[in-house]
């Protein structure tokens, strides 16, 4: 059996996430749908993770076991040519048959995008997060240091999640600003559901003060969500980058 990495680009706003679900269109589903029309098999595709409806992704990595030998620059190509638009393959390699895009992940990095004007960027809408008040940019990437280690997140994960280890690794954190943009940066052993956008609306309420300067230490060792910030719109959410053993 050949085992095939396939690293993708794509622009999450007409779909449903990457999963496949019923009677809705997901990136995974669209991609299937592209390597059965090349190979004229319906093959499994299994992915690094799971994005949420509406998040996009700079580098997402998928396996995909098949019985026929590829040619990797031929099949990027082909699929390429009938996948929409907004998906890309970028790359495609051979890899070792026991290879899981998932179980061999030892980290993966987010950027979350804020359009920081007091306009809105019609080239960003469902890009970015329009926020149109300052950011202190210092001030939140200090407040964001508290995040980096081992700890339980369960004040930072979506209250439906039924997780029950909700300890991860945060091994760096960044805010930045790049002209009109202001960019988050966190890469992680793992991410909880929302983990992502509930820091950054966190940070972003400390920025508003409506929470406290200095509290992020407090709220995780609360382990009570209804302590940290909103969820931010997952307009403003990429993967990034992943990375393995």
């Not at 990495?5 to 449903?16: Q, R």
């Not at 809705?24 to 690094?48: F, H, K, Y």
């Not at 003060?209 to 230490?217: A, D, L, M, V």
Request: aromatic content about 10%; some cysteine.
């Amino acid at each position: 059996m050949n085992n095939y990495l396939l690293t993708l680009m794509y622009d999450g706003s007409a779909y449903h996430g990457w999963q496949v679900q019923d009677n809705a269109v997901t990136v995974q589903g669209t991609l299937q749908d592209a390597v059965e029309r090349i190979t004229g098999v319906r093959e499994s595709v299994t992915g690094c993770s799971r994005t949420d409806s509406g998040v996009h992704a700079n580098a997402f990595c998928c396996n995909m076991r098949s019985e026929k030998e590829l040619d990797e620059s031929t099949f990027r190509r082909s699929l390429n040519a009938v996948l929409p638009d907004d998906i890309a393959v970028t790359d495609v390699k051979r890899v070792a048959e026991d290879f899981h895009a998932r179980y061999d992940c030892v980290s993966k990095e987010y950027k979350y995008l804020i359009f920081n004007k007091d306009y809105k960027n019609p080239f960003y809408v469902n890009k970015a997060l329009f926020y149109p008040y300052k950011i202190d940019v210092e001030l939140l990437n200090r407040e964001a240091q508290s995040f980096l280690g081992t700890h339980d997140f369960s004040a930072f994960c979506a209250a439906a999640s039924d997780v029950e280890d909700k300890t991860r690794t945060v091994k760096s954190i960044s805010v930045r600003r790049n002209g009109d943009f202001v960019e988050f940066s966190i890469e992680a052993d793992g991410f909880l559901y929302n983990m992502v956008r509930i820091i950054v609306g966190t940070l972003l309420d400390i920025n508003s003060g409506k929470i406290e300067k200095g509290s992020i230490p407090e709220i995780i060792a609360g382990k009570d969500r209804s302590q940290a910030g909103v969820t931010a719109k997952a307009c403003g959410l990429y993967l990034n980058r992943v990375n393995y053993k």
